[in-house]
């Protein structure tokens, strides 16, 4: 498949999704004529042979062959990292449909770490969001079944369902005494991607929550509207993507491309060995999903100029950070907030022969400056912590996880908080209760920002008013170099 081909290709780059439509890239591979063949594991075979049959003989049910060779295809491909899995044929039927029809959801990234299901972030406006489900929360019971040792995929199909049902989940979080019970209601899932307001004469402020296909033309109409607000240009914009868990790649690419200059690069691939994949640039080729007009014509000129800060967290994950780290090497905004989640890795669905799929992480990205996301994610120019926070969750936390390609110390959890005690994780009286009133004072200020009570926002204004210290704090971050692996690494 060509490099152009790929670029046209609608990727998607997030994890796993409870109540978010998941795209397929599917794609074909053929095998290389001048690739040498590579001789069978004789003794491994032998080895799993002699499993297979001492679970024939001894087990004390009878179990069908189909049922243990699925169960080591599904081993085989969990044991390579977080995101990588074997779809049997139920599995990937259920993800087809979830991109083509609408279905019943909660709306939040979830991964897996220690056995425990692990929230990456909550989605906004969606019931999770509504609900108090945190970035970091462990998902220890949904409804009355444990989910110790249970997969990603499976915690997905017990959370979705039709719209309008009840589910109950139990979460384990840090600093909380003890569990929390959250009865939530099944949606359809319609996220707003871009929202925006003028936080002053002459400021403007853009939300994107997840990389949509209408994101590009959101930012357009959001620019706009701001200018028609502002009754003239914008002198300063803020560009938040806290809490943003990613979504469509060329999503990521047009909304980067509306604030960089045309052809310049926004990302990059790697495949094995370091191997150069594809380079997207800010070129309507390289994020119009389909032959039309440029869904970013008509935007303001000022955005390809003016002071731009972009707020990131814990929870932007992805898609976000492409963007965020494209402007950074750029040059054009200054980051603000704390270091981003740190997936950077590309996964392909790959159809078999028998109706059943595996998605397989293919590739890592990289930024303009040829710095990987993967398990390190963005470091903000500016750090301001949000002291309302409880948990910072990130890549590295996923059993399994790649580590970075360039070297360098994976980037966990943030450690001055009090561990998980993972053993009580299951129980419940049943009563742990939320501060509804803090919690709608929370969702009030993400959907109407307050620069008076948020910190990192209150930063990414001030700077933005000030040309000059914005110019000394762009890059700060980037201007950092790359660490290399050492051998000593190398042989770890």
């Known amino acids: 498949m060509s490099n152009s081909t790929l ?41 799993m042979a002699e499993v ?12 069908p062959d189909s049922e243990l060779f699925e169960g080591a295809m599904k081993g085989m491909v969990a044991g ?59 998902i220890v019971k949904i409804d009355d079944v444990s989910t110790r040792g249970m997969t990603v995929s499976e915690a997905v199909k017990k959370m979705r369902g039709k719209p309008g049902t009840k589910i ?44 949509q296909e209408r994101t590009v033309p959101g930012i357009t109409e959001a620019a706009k509207d701001l200018t028609k607000l502002n009754k003239g240009p914008l002198k300063g914009l803020i560009l938040d993507l806290r809490d943003d868990p990613g979504g469509l790649l060329n999503g990521a690419v047009g909304v980067s491309a509306a604030f960089l200059k045309p052809d310049v690069n926004v990302v990059s691939t790697k495949g094995r060995d370091g191997k150069a994949g594809m380079v997207l640039k800010a070129t309507p080729e390289d994020y119009l999903l389909s032959a039309g007009k440029d869904p970013l014509s008509g935007l303001p000129a000022e ?26 090497d750029h040059k054009r905004a200054v980051v603000v907030g704390t270091q981003s989640f740190g997936k950077g890795s590309v996964q392909t669905v790959i159809p078999l022969s028998n109706g059943s799929a595996v998605k397989l992480t ?34 590295a936390d996923l059993i399994g996880h790649i580590g970075n390609p360039n070297g360098g110390e994976d980037v966990k959890s943030r450690s001055d908080y009090q561990e998980i005690d993972k053993s009580e994780a299951g129980k419940t ?23 008076a009570k948020d910190d990192q926002l209150r930063k990414a204004l001030e700077l933005v008013k000030n040309p000059v210290e914005w110019q000394k704090s762009l890059g700060l971050a980037a201007k950092k170099p790359v660490q290399k692996k050492t051998k000593k690494d190398e042989d770890k």
Request: charge should be neutral.
């Open 80 to 138: 390579l990292d977080p995101h990588s899995e074997y779809m049997d044929k139920k599995d990937y039927a259920d993800l087809k449909e979830s991109t083509s029809g609408e279905f019943g959801g909660l709306g939040m990234e979830i991964g897996q770490e220690d056995g425990f299901v692990k929230v990456i972030a909550p989605i906004e406006d969606t019931p999770a969001e509504r609900a108090g489900v945190k970035s970091g929360d462990f």
């Open 303 to 328: 955005l390809k100029t003016i002071p731009l800060t972009v707020l990131i967290n814990s929870g932007s994950a992805s898609a976000s950070e492409i963007v965020a780290g494209a402007l950074q």
């Open 7 to 47: 670029k046209k290709v609608a990727l998607y780059t997030l994890g796993a999704f409870s109540g978010v439509a998941l795209s397929l890239s599917l794609q074909s591979f053929a095998a290389e004529k001048a690739k040498k063949e590579e001789s069978l594991p004789v003794q491994s075979i032998r080895t």
């Open 52 to 63: 297979y049959g001492q679970i024939k003989a001894n087990y004390y049910q009878d179990k």
């Open 168 to 211: 109950t989940l139990t979460l384990s979080r840090k600093n909380a005494d003890k569990p929390i019970v959250v009865n939530l209601t099944r949606a359809i899932i319609k996220v707003k991607s871009v929202r925006h307001h003028l936080l002053e004469p002459g400021y403007g402020y853009i939300r994107v929550s997840q990389f």
């Open 429 to 451: 009286d049943g009563k742990g209760k939320q501060d509804k009133k803090k919690d709608e004072a929370d969702l009030s200020s993400r959907r109407i920002p307050n620069p």
């Open 362 to 395: 293919t590739a890592l990205y990289y930024t303009p400056n040829d710095r990987s996301i993967q398990a390190q994610g963005i470091v903000p120019d500016i750090e301001v912590k949000d002291k309302d926070r409880a948990f910072e969750s990130r890549e």
